[in-house]
């Protein structure tokens, strides 16, 4: 994973923000569904789940709290917030746009 | 996210740091065991589950630092530890931090001090209202202005908001106990508003004050008020008396207040300056005139048009205006200019021994960074990243100038508070306005932090560049790179050739002091004292004055500390010089604009034997010579010569204009030796003394300079004899007490001055460099004392390997020399104004300075090389 990383760093964000959007989790659940969506393409390590959530809190776009989970443990449960599902849909736009322009300057060559 | 709820959520995590860890740290290791549990599941053993996880996870820890690292705060808390962990370091080595801040705090103690000085006196803005639209109009050799001329330039001008004049004045202050002189300033009534200054209580002066018949008013410093008034805060409304006159207080300038700014710059009490009955007059020039330029106006434009008045008026009146033009010039300037010359040499020694300060410590951080290249390596192979190692280093570097910036501010404050006390009262202008300010501060601060940064880097660059591997094997000897003896070389090249440098500008200006020291003054100053003797009010007759000053005269002569005594109108050197014209009667009548003029002298009895100068024909002034018998005159030798060259003219006479009295002749009696008046290094002027006690009637003069030759300590006698004097005349006032020592030396505070500031520079600069190719000789040889025990053991003799080592040491040396001399021979040309009696690129100062300096570099090479040598070879050999 030496190269993608730049891509990553933003890719990454979305796909959080994607998969709590559906419903809130832990990091473990979102770690397995991000895998899960894109079968199997992105695979996150914990190295770089953590740093994205702690930042992606920071910002405000995304809440961290303690719960009970189903099995009796206490797990940090992290939900959207409303800025974040603000940021989520104007992410959405702007990465269609790029899909969109890169499609089509990919096809014209 | 808005930088509000940014800079919240900043501080919200520095003060909650300890509890978010805590909460990173259960979330992160819950991740962790979900892993575990999940591989369980799976059907692993749970060791072997664990085993699995960790591979996966790549370390709980190493995962949590990731994430501190993402959050906002995290350059503050690196910071922070940074800080905590230099200043352990520099702690623990108490030697190598006290010289460093010790060397920094010179350097910038030196450029702080300078800068301040500089800042203060050339840089901020004088203290009047918009002060970069006033301007000084003066003849165009500098001098005062006639009344006439003064109405029109005001009047024809166009290009001037306000014109104001100002002529010098002052008076005895009496109250009930005391009486003092005070100097003071007659000026036009517009003068004060136009400044722009309110007064601190009361009013300025109206409109009409300055017209005939107006009441006499007076506006006082705040000083006068203090310090003579006593604070009275009543003051305003009331009447004080100043010489012989009484005047209503209107008003009290504020502290600081400072007018004229470049001359007569200890005024303190200002007066409406009455000109109703010169305004034809364009003989007396005796007025400095200050103007405002209106806005959006240059100063050029506002020469051209007074010039362009002056060349008019030129015309008109050729009898009085031939030959004198105008100069108008920016009032900032005018006061400035004659010291920019000399601060702008001070600030740049100044920076150059910052400089040299920088080289060294960069030097010792180099050699410290060679002993910690261990530590370093350590840290890189635990994987700290050079970026981070090297902020370690600049964070320790800038910790450092810092404390060097402290000391320095400190220093330049002692060195502040030195310098006012030993220059002599209002010798540099705005000499009272020297502080260290807001903006010196920032200075110091910003110098430092450079100077920090700096030095810090070329080091750690170099230290940084480690091979891990060799730095930690345990035998290898800490070698020093190629690239380290290239930047150690370099460094002393600097050095040397900036102390160099700084040597020739303190050699140029302590020859220029001594050349200036040694100029003859034409009479002998040892032993001699003087004081300004100012008639009380009640002495309102010339006639009463006369005895007044015979009393003090005689009490004077009567002292047993005292051998003899006399009086002179202006006293040679430090008082004022008033030219008078003169002509040889029986001789044609000059072209106007050429008429021979001298300087005048008024002197009592005796001042000849008094002041040792010579007569060289003829006699001088004796007690016969008064009131109503014949008419007599000494002159100098310069007038002499240059009226009857190579002839005796005692016994000729000389037709002299004297201000109230009859216009005369007067025999001449005596000639005078030369001797020095005023300008200290110019030729002599031509000069004539009158005897008082004949002319005191004409000259109504209300004070007289005494000197008197005293048998032994001028000092002692100086102390005592104010008393003695007061016994017979209670209420006069005594001013500038002085050994004649001490006028003389006042006079060549600048010169004086400069050389000594120039060379405590530049001897700091010596040693510091000294020290500087010291401790990289020292270094070098002894990383090679192993190679040089080596090379005697295998039968090289000692001077052979000594010649070895001193090549590699002597030649940045000798760069630095060739390079000084050169760079030296370039700029000292700009000293030359300051120079005097010596050549900018005089062969004497460079010859000795250069000697001088290879002479410390070679001792400084010598020590350390000697000493290895000189031990014991097999003791080098088991060095490590």
């Known amino acids: 994973m030496a190269k993608p990383v730049e891509l990553l760093q933003g890719t990454l964000d979305l796909l959080i923000l994607r998969t709590l959007e559906l419903r809130p989790s832990h990091g473990v659940g979102i770690a397995d569904r991000i895998e899960q969506v894109t079968k199997g393409v992105f695979v996150v390590g914990p190295g770089s789940l953590f740093p994205a959530l702690h930042r992606l809190a920071e910002k405000g776009w995304i809440e961290g709290r303690w719960t009970e989970s189903d099995a009796g443990r206490r797990v940090k449960v992290y939900l959207l917030t409303r800025t974040g599902r603000a940021q989520l849909a104007e992410q959405k736009r702007s990465w269609r746009k790029v899909l969109t322009a890169m499609g089509q300057a990919l096809s014209e060559a | ?880």
């Open chain 2, 1 to 880: 996210m808005s930088l509000i709820s940014r800079a919240a959520s900043l501080l919200r995590r520095l003060a909650h740091r300890r509890r978010m860890d805590d909460d990173l740290h259960r979330e992160v290791q819950d991740y962790f065991n979900a892993m575990v549990d999940r591989y369980v599941a799976q059907g692993l053993s749970r060791d072997e589950a664990r085993r699995q996880a960790r591979l996966r996870f790549g370390g709980t820890m190493h995962v949590e630092q990731e994430v501190r690292e993402a959050r906002t705060g995290f350059a503050f808390e690196t910071a922070a530890r940074d800080l905590r962990y230099a200043g352990r370091v520099l702690w623990k080595s108490p030697g190598f931090t006290a010289t460093a801040i010790l060397v920094l705090g010179i350097g910038i103690g030196a450029a702080s001090a300078a800068f301040t000085a500089v800042y203060s006196v050339l840089l901020q803005p004088l203290h009047y209202r918009q002060p970069e639209r006033l301007v000084t109009i003066l003849t165009s050799a500098g001098g005062p202005v006639s009344p006439a001329d003064y109405l029109d330039y005001r009047k024809q001008s166009a290009d001037f908001e306000a014109m104001e004049a100002a002529q010098a004045w002052g008076g005895v202050i009496e109250t009930a106990d005391r009486a003092e002189f005070t100097p003071g300033l007659q000026v036009s009534a517009g003068m004060m508003a136009m400044l722009g200054v309110r007064p601190e209580r009361g009013r300025l002066f109206r409109g009409d004050e300055d017209q005939p018949g107006a009441q006499p008013v007076i506006l006082i410093g705040h000083e006068v008020w203090k310090r003579r008034l006593g604070g009275d805060p009543f003051i305003v409304g009331r009447t004080i008396r100043v010489g012989r006159r009484r005047y209503t207080v209107i008003g009290i300038m504020p502290p600081g207040f400072q007018f004229a700014p470049f001359w007569q710059t200890e005024a303190q009490i200002w007066i409406p300056f009455d000109m109703s009955s010169r305004v034809e007059d364009r003989f007396g020039r005796s007025l400095r005139l200050f103007a405002r330029l209106r806005p959006g106006l240059s100063v050029e434009q506002a020469r051209a048009e007074i010039t362009g008045i002056a060349a008019r008026l030129e015309k008109l009146y050729p009898a009085s205006n031939t030959g004198v033009s105008a100069s108008v010039t920016l009032l900032q300037e005018k006061v400035t200019g004659p010291v920019r010359p000399m601060l702008a040499l001070l600030l740049a020694t100044a920076v150059f021994v910052l400089l040299i300060a920088c080289t060294n410590i960069a030097n010792l951080l180099l050699s410290r960074s060679v002993g910690r290249r261990r530590e370093i390596a350590v840290r890189v192979a635990i994987g700290a990243t050079r970026r981070r190692i090297l902020f370690q280093f600049a964070v320790e570097s800038v910790l450092l100038a810092t404390a060097g910036a402290v000391a320095g501010i400190l220093l330049a404050w002692r060195a502040l508070v030195l310098l006012s006390h030993t220059l002599p009262v209002a010798s540099l202008p705005r000499q009272g306005e020297i502080a260290m300010q807001p903006w010196v501060l920032a200075f110091a601060g910003v110098v430092a932090l450079a100077a920090g940064l700096l030095t810090a880097l070329f080091p750690a660059f170099e230290a940084t560049r480690v091979d891990v591997n060799e730095a930690l094997k345990d035998g290898s000897r800490a070698s020093t790179s190629r690239g380290q003896f290239r930047l150690r070389g370099f460094l002393v090249t600097a050095e040397v050739a900036l102390a160099l440098l700084l040597l020739v500008c303190a050699g140029l200006t302590i020859r220029t002091l001594l050349s200036l020291s040694a100029v003859k003054t034409g009479f002998d100053s040892s032993r001699l004292i003087t004081m300004q003797v100012f008639a009380s009010s009640g002495s309102d007759t010339s006639e009463k004055r006369n005895g007044l000053f015979q009393r003090v005269n005689d009490a004077l002569a009567s002292l047993p500390e005292i051998e003899q005594a006399s009086a002179i109108n202006h006293l040679p050197l430090s008082g004022d010089v008033w030219n008078y014209d003169y002509r040889v009667p029986g001789r044609p009548a000059p072209q106007p604009g050429h008429e021979p003029s001298a300087i005048y002298r008024v002197v009592r009895p005796g001042y000849f034997s008094v002041m040792k100068i010579p007569l060289l024909h003829g006699r001088e002034f004796s007690p016969a010579d008064r009131l109503g018998s014949m008419p007599v005159i000494v002159i100098n030798e310069a007038l002499a010569a240059h009226q009857w060259p190579g002839v005796n003219p005692v016994g000729r006479s000389l037709y002299v204009n004297v201000a109230n009295g009859e216009p005369g002749v007067f025999t001449i009696v005596g000639i005078a030796a030369n001797s020095r008046q005023s300008d200290w290094t110019g030729d002599v002027d031509d000069e004539f003394y009158l005897p008082y006690l004949q002319q005191y009637a004409s000259w109504g003069l209300a004070d007289l300079a005494f000197v008197a030759r005293t048998h032994g300590d001028p000092q002692a006698a100086l102390a005592s004899t104010e008393g003695q004097i007061r016994r017979v005349a209670p209420m006069i006032a005594i001013s500038k007490p002085a050994t004649m020592e001490q006028v003389i030396s006042d006079k060549l505070w600048r010169p004086r001055l400069t050389a000594v500031l120039l060379g405590v520079f530049a001897g700091i600069a010596v040693i510091l460099a000294g020290v500087g190719i010291y401790g990289v000789v020292a270094y070098s040889v002894q990383r090679r004392a192993q190679e040089i025990g080596i090379r005697i053991a295998l039968g090289a003799t000692r001077a052979k390997v000594l010649g070895l080592v001193l090549r590699g040491d002597l030649i940045p040396v000798f760069t630095g020399l060739v390079i000084g001399v050169v760079a030296a021979l370039l700029t000292t040309r700009w000293l030359a104004s300051l120079l005097y009696g010596v050549k900018a690129n005089d062969l004497f100062t460079f010859a000795s300075v250069t000697a001088g300096l290879t002479f410390v570099a070679i001792a400084a090479i010598a020590i350390p090389v000697w000493r290895v040598a000189r031990g014991d070879v097999l003791a080098s050999l088991r060095t490590e």
